[in-house]
């Protein structure tokens, strides 16, 4: 088990063996924390795999209060940025295999009532940003997924 302090602008994803362990001692005292599911939790600093052989992603939100400096503030924004960027490339992955699997993929196979629903769930934990703020998130982020995945794709007589 790797008990170090890693970068904070570097997300913990990873495929190293996760072992179980006390939960309560994850996150500094302070600060709150998103983990992986329960199932498979790895410690704050450290990255492991799920029994599925999932990767978890372990991410240390800072307090808000203990950010006294522009440059901490930034600092906390930069972690949670590279945390964003991780799992938007894992997003993107599972979509494609989502797109081979529908009858339909790509832009034309969009599903406004998922779509809907997704923001709508995501706002239960996002309360600030609200439904309709997330669905242009969600609209974007599903937008550049479909762009990513057609420009990976191998074009034919190319």
Known sequence: MNDSVTDPAEPVVGTAPGAEHDASRDTPAGAASTAAPATAPAPAGTAGVRPDGGEVVRVVLPELGSLSSVGEA?????????????????????????????????????????ERAIAEAMAEHAPSLGAERLARIMTAVIEAGLDALEASRPRPGV
């Open 74 to 114: 930034r600092a906390a924004i930069d972690g949670i940025d590279a945390a964003l960027a991780a799992l938007l490339e894992r997003r993107v992955a599972v979509a494609g295999v989502v797109q081979r699997l529908k009858p339909v993929g790509g832009f034309a196979g969009r599903d406004p009532g998922r």
